[in-house]
């Protein structure tokens, strides 16, 4: 018995290696290296989308084609088949534009018949994108241009990148770093992890967290169902949430945080041009640095501060009015049920 068992455990790895290795190859390996690629366009609506900048000598797209049946050791033969009678793809190049395309003929009732059709794209690094799928995930890399593109489906992964970037998800995480010019990305199911950006940057989720680390320019994040934190970020950041926590540390940078049902802790090393803090049934805890002139106004339902030097104003049990240092940046502070805290380091 035991060797029976064995001998299918055998067989069942050789199945699944000979399956991986089929997936693994391009249905079609198109050379791009004469084209002098520009723009690209691509479109699939079961499969995933890649496309990264390197050598024009090396410009190439790969087609992979498997079955949506648990197979994806399908014949050449019965690939094309199922795309003559199913599909229609397109690669083609014309004035400087790569246009990959795949989608159904008519709407797929046999799903065992659906196929999953995916573009994995290489081009010079200057170049403009255009991309959607209904079903795969979409990553961008090592590009400097206009990028453009959605999943209704899967996740996006995007990494140095350039120039001005567009991009959304109706059911994946969000995954950005090392890029910079100008980002709008949104999801409405996931999370979304930014790091290492700088520019302008525009990022909100429906559904997931936050997580924020070594930003740099003018910066705005929301979420309407999940946490946000960040670390060391510069410029000007504006971060909300509806239902959860904020943390930030080590900030230098113009402030203005909110939420609805829970804390906000903030920790600042340099201020910049204001601070306003707000949440409808938390705490708030603030950190700034010492020495700096403010204009203080604190609504809250208690007040802790520890002994504030140079303070001048009134101060009752949950409201705090008047100037620190001899004044000058606006810190703004409520919450309606909660405590205020507030420190100097």
């Not at 002098?36 to 691509?42: C, K, T």
């Not at 159904?104 to 799903?111: E, L």
Request: neutral net charge; glycine residues 14%.
């Amino acid at each position: 018995m035991k060797k029976y068992l064995f001998l299918f455990a055998i067989a069942c790895q050789v199945y699944a290696v000979k399956a991986q290795n089929s997936s693994e190859t391009p249905y079609i390996n198109k050379s791009l290296s004469s084209d002098d690629i520009q723009s690209v366009e691509a479109h699939t609506q079961g499969g995933s989308i890649l496309v990264k900048g390197g050598s024009a000598a090396d410009a190439h797209i790969e087609v992979y084609v498997w079955g949506n049946n648990s197979n994806d050791n399908l014949s050449k033969d019965e690939i094309q088949k199922r795309l003559n009678d199913d599909y229609t793809l397109d690669v083609s190049v014309s004035n400087h534009v790569l246009t990959a395309t795949a989608k159904a003929k008519h709407q797929m009732f046999n799903w065992r018949r659906s196929l999953n059709i995916s573009f994995r794209i290489y081009v010079p690094v200057n170049v403009s994108t255009d991309l959607e799928t209904s079903g795969g995930s979409i990553t961008l890399g090592n590009l400097s241009g206009n990028e453009k593109f959605s999943t209704s489906g899967g996740s996006l992964h995007i990494q140095q990148l350039t120039g001005k970037t567009i991009g959304s998800t109706s059911g994946g995480s969000i995954h950005v770093s090392d890029s910079k010019d100008f980002i709008d990305l949104s999801t409405s199911g996931g999370s979304i992890e930014a790091s290492n950006c700088g520019g302008t940057i525009k990022l909100e989720t429906s559904g997931g967290s936050l997580h924020l680390n070594n930003l740099t320019g003018t910066i705005k994040a929301g979420t309407s169902g999940g946490s946000a934190e960040g670390d060391n970020i510069q410029g000007d950041l504006s971060i909300h949430t509806s239902g959860s926590s904020i943390r930030l540390t080590n900030l230098a940078c113009s402030l203005d945080a909110s939420t609805s049902g829970a804390g906000i802790n903030a920790e600042m090393t340099t201020l910049g041009k204001f601070i306003k803090l707000s949440t409808s049934g938390g705490h708030i805890d603030l950190q700034i640095p010492q020495g700096k002139g403010i204009n203080l106004d604190i609504d809250a339902g208690r007040i802790r501060t520890e002994a504030l030097s140079n303070f001048s104003g009134s101060q009752g049990k949950g409201r705090m009015n008047g100037t620190l240092n001899g004044g000058g940046i606006p810190v703004t502070l409520s919450t309606s049920g909660g405590e205020v805290s507030l420190t100097t380091k």
